[in-house]
Nanobody, 129 residues
């Protein structure tokens, strides 16, 4: 099984940057899809960015397109989310997720949380105005 551990969250002022990391361990070879999701208090979890690790295709939500960049270092088994031009509305708990070969649900969209079956514990991002 795959284990995911996020890091890099913190507090930053609007306009600032943060880079989130997600260290993957275990059977990482079976994770073709990986993504970043976020959940603010009282809101549903939403997809932010995703990557198809096989060929590197990336997907972004409209709210972060042009500001966030997802990438993966295969040698380090680490997923990144570079977040620039942060806004107060980006404040949320950010989660790393992976879809493994034994996922029980159908792939229902790269940014749909139900497509992913392995989740990290989350890292908090707080953006002040």
């Amino acid at each position: 099984q795959v284990q995911l551990v996020e890091s890099g969250g913190g507090a930053v002022q609007a306009g600032g940057s943060l880079r989130l990391s997600c260290a993957a361990s275990g059977s990482t070879y079976s994770s073709n899809w990986m993504g970043w999701f976020r959940q603010a208090p009282g809101k549903e979890r939403e997809g932010v960015a995703a990557i198809f690790t096989g060929i590197g295709n990336t997907y972004y939500s409209e709210s972060v397109k042009g500001r966030f960049t997802i990438s993966k270092d295969n040698a380090k088994n680490t997923l990144y989310l570079q977040m620039n031009s942060l806004k107060p509305e980006d404040t949320a708990m950010y989660y790393c997720a992976a879809r493994t070969a034994n996922a029980l649900t159908r792939l229902s969209g790269a940014l749909n949380p139900v497509s992913y079956n392995v989740w990290g514990q989350g890292t908090q991002v707080t953006v002040s105005s």
